[in-house]
């Protein structure tokens, strides 16, 4: 009788032991559905050579898609710099990081750190604080300074480099 009681419950803790290990592959392969389909390509919708992707249902014409990876450089201190307003002087800080594609460009800002540096500080200093509190203002001059390091980098380098100047961070008092 001791030995049916032992045999029962080595086969309850076999039984036990297989619902466990099934429980878990269907947990793991739900998961692995689950990441498939939420986090699955979100590629933009690919046009045509010489035509604009579209994205999203209202249509947006957009640039032609960006081949490959979006790299961050940051710039190792914050810029900060007095500009003039029309009642009185503003002092401003701005962190900046620079997108870009593909290593070779990513290597090339930074060695050029300095160079871009200067050349957004050059940029900025020619800002108005009038214009600065507006986000129209900070979006003209996030497009110069833009403009300014892409042609500093096509004299440089002969490749424009930056894709995208980012304000991480941007206070004003």
Not at 19 to 44: K, N, T
Not at 77 to 96: A, C, H, Q, T, Y
Not at 97 to 117: F, T, V, Y
Request: negative net charge; aromatic residues 6%.
């Amino acid at each position: 009788m001791a030995e049916e009681e032992l045999k029962m419950e080595e086969g309850s803790k076999k039984i036990k032991l297989i619902i466990i290990i099934v429980a878990v592959v269907v947990l793991i392969a739900g998961g692995g559905a689950a990441y498939y389909f939420l986090m699955g390509d979100d590629a933009p919708i690919m046009a045509s050579e010489g035509e604009p992707a579209v994205q999203g249902e209202e249509g947006v014409a957009s640039a032609l898609v960006k081949t490959g990876t979006a790299l961050y450089v940051a710039m190792p201190r914050p810029f900060v710099f007095n500009v003039p307003g029309s009642n009185r002087d503003r002092l401003v800080e701005i962190k900046v990081q620079l997108m870009m594609r593909g290593s070779d460009n990513e290597e090339q800002a930074k060695m050029h750190i300095p160079l871009i540096e200067g050349t957004l500080l050059k940029t900025f200093s020619t800002a108005n604080a009038d214009d600065l509190v507006t986000e129209a203002g900070k979006i003209a001059i996030r497009d110069s300074a833009l403009k300014e390091v892409q042609k500093t980098m096509l004299d440089v380098s002969g490749n424009q480099t930056v894709e995208e100047v980012l304000f991480i961070g941007f206070v004003m008092q």
